[in-house]
């Protein structure tokens, strides 16, 4: 008797179940709501058109992307918090009916900051690397991969998320994710990784996941240090800018001696902005090699004032900076660059990828425009700014000036 | 090993379906009644316009499709532009909390036309159909248009057969 009413009971539950969220393609961005009036109004918006072209593809008989019938239902339960929208990085419209609880965030990067770990179920092995700055991840599933690497799929299906978070570009592409998650979960792309597009993209989760208080909070952090930044590196003439070589540094590419890797104005990833927001000049900006592939020699023709190099490998787990030593040294004892101006002058300077790479950018970015005008940023202290980020932002005791690998010579 | 059902559980079974239809069938019923299509005047001037007012239950959230008569114009609406889309005699409303829909239609220089509606609430899954009405420009004859036949929605009846058949169904796997 039991196992017969409980299929019963099953059955109805599955015909009243509802999909939570859905992501709708083609619609455009109409910005990010940021008080909760304007969450309400947009919600009411977002609601209007979906009853019209729900009602006009059903009654109507006119074909158009709309909420499921369950959807709309949930959207109406939690309304007018609900439903909210985002244009996401990769310019898919991604719409949410409901609180999202249940996320696995392959792109960890933001949930410290936008003090959402406790709606993450889910991590890729990369983010293990964040525990000492945000312990909660301990409890995460790991559902492996990371960066470039693959998750384990099935992992990711026990998880029972109801969205998923990762990158543009990096890690597994619409074929692993979007074509394979259950109908309702959205897959959100977004980076955190680059200069340009950390507050934007910050307000969208903050936004979605309702965490706009904390991406508020890190905008003004970010705009107050970005700000002032540019104030002091504006007065700089552009005759006195110091010329810059960008080296991105990985064992690859350091096997090979007679190359170094860069990045020219025209690459998407972001490392030669490092230089030009740092005040400098890139003496590879005109560079279009897709792999910033270049001679060694090369790299001497360009006379450089400094180089500028950008480590693979540091962070926050590293127990000091004397890993990104390696390439200080690789830079300063290569025989071809022994009379350039850099050398010469011993400004060679090497960040981890992770220090720059994340919403840490404006400590980043300072520590770089103190390298380039010392005198300039004498008074600034990119370390108090990065500690700052971890403290307030992470809620973590981590001393930044003690532990990890960020900057070097520190 | 056969499973058994207690005459108790039966009752309880019974019971339960019972009063799902008790509870469940004057909602549904009350939300087709409450909402309501009213029309002024009713009977028109020629090319006078008309105000029509659809009022819908408490909390409703949902689309209203109503489908003007042969050659009546829609003239406007005081329901917010987001909320409203028209395609021929089609007009869909979007209906948020609102309390009510109002739009003006034009009446033509003579003859006369069904106006009829369908209405769905998103937030219950309720759906029905605002009554047609015959709508005759003042000298011309209403007995040229006729009302269709009402098409049944998810009206009480529906729902009390519903119920019945998965009452029956429960009852064959209760006896097997």
């Not at chain 1, 158009?64 to 898919?92: C, W």
């Not at chain 1, 994710?177 to 792309?189: A, W």
């Not at chain 1, 002058?345 to 380039?372: D, E, I, M």
């Not at chain 2, 339960?16 to 029309?39: D, G, N, S």
Request: charged letters at 20%.
């Amino acid at each position: 008797m039991k196992k017969q009413t409980s299929s019963i009971a099953f059955l109805l539950a599955g015909l009243l179940c509802c999909c939570l969220v859905f992501p709708v393609a083609g619609i455009s961005s109409e910005g990010i709501p940021r008080t909760q009036d304007d969450i309400h109004d947009y919600a009411r918006t977002i609601l209007r058109t979906e009853i019209l072209n729900y009602s006009s593809d059903v009654y109507g008989g006119e074909r158009s992307a709309h909420l499921t019938a369950g959807q709309l239902a949930d959207a109406v339960r939690y309304y007018p918090e609900y439903p909210r929208r985002i244009t996401d990085s990769k310019n898919s419209t991604i719409t949410i009916v409901r609180p999202l609880n249940h996320i696995v965030a392959y792109n960890f990067h933001s949930m410290g900051a936008l003090n959402a770990t406790d709606l993450v179920v889910g991590v890729a092995n990369s983010a293990m690397q964040d525990a000492l700055v945000i312990p909660a991840v301990k409890g995460k599933v790991n559902i492996g991969g990371g960066g470039p690497y693959e998750p384990d799929f099935e992992k990711l299906l026990a998880c029972t998320p109801d969205a998923v978070l990762t990158y543009t570009e990096l890690g597994p592409g619409p074929e692993f994710f979007e074509k394979r998650m259950p109908e309702g979960v959205p897959v959100i792309r977004v980076d955190c990784i680059r200069p340009w597009s950390l507050v934007p993209e910050m307000n969208k989760l903050g936004y979605i996941m309702n965490r706009t208080e904390q991406s508020d909070a890190y905008e003004q952090w970010h705009s107050r240090w970005m700000d002032e930044i540019d104030r002091r590196l504006a007065t700089v003439p552009s005759e006195k800018r110091v010329r810059a070589f960008m080296d991105i540094w990985s064992t690859s590419f350091t096997d090979r001696s007679n190359e170094r890797r860069t990045a020219g104005g025209g690459q998407w990833y972001s490392y030669g902005r490092y230089i030009t927001d740092g005040g400098g000049v890139n003496v590879a900006e005109d560079l279009t090699s897709p792999q910033g592939t270049v001679d060694i020699e090369w790299v001497a023709r360009q006379n450089p004032d400094v180089i500028l190099g950008v480590m693979y490998d540091g962070s926050y787990e590293s127990p000091d900076s004397s890993v990104l030593k390696t390439q200080y040294d690789e830079l300063l004892s290569h025989p071809t660059l022994k009379e350039i101006p850099a050398i010469k002058n011993r400004r060679v300077y090497v960040l981890s990828y992770r220090y720059t790479n994340g919403l840490t950018y404006p400590a980043a970015r300072a520590q770089v425009a103190k390298w380039f005008y010392p005198e300039l940023f004498a008074d600034i202290d990119p370390a108090a700014i990065h500690q700052e980020y971890v403290t307030r932002f992470l809620g973590s005791s981590y001393d930044v000036t003690r532990q990890g690998a960020f900057s070097y010579p520190a | 090993m056969m499973t058994t059902i207690s005459g108790a559980s039966r009752f309880s079974a019974g019971m339960a379906l019972v009063l799902l239809v008790i509870l469940i069938v004057p909602v549904m019923a009350a939300e087709t009644t409450a909402v309501q299509r009213t029309i002024a005047p009713a009977s028109p001037q020629p090319a006078e316009t008309m105000n029509i007012t659809i009022t819908v239950p408490p909390g409703f959230f949902g689309g209203i499709v109503e489908t003007l008569p042969d050659g009546f114009s829609f003239e406007g609406t005081s329901h917010p532009p987001d909320g409203v889309k028209q395609s021929g005699r089609t007009v869909i409303f979007a209906v948020t909390g609102e309390k009510s829909v109002s739009y003006a239609i034009r009446a033509p220089a003579s003859g006369c036309g069904v106006i009829s509606g369908k209405w769905e609430n998103v937030g219950t899954g309720g759906k029905g159909e605002i009554p047609q009405e015959v709508i005759a420009v003042a000298g011309s004859d209403p007995s040229q248009c006729r009302t269709v036949p009402h098409t049944p929605g998810f009206s009480w009846w529906i729902a009390l057969a519903a119920f019945g058949f998965i009452g029956m169904v429960v009852q064959r796997q209760v006896n097997r």
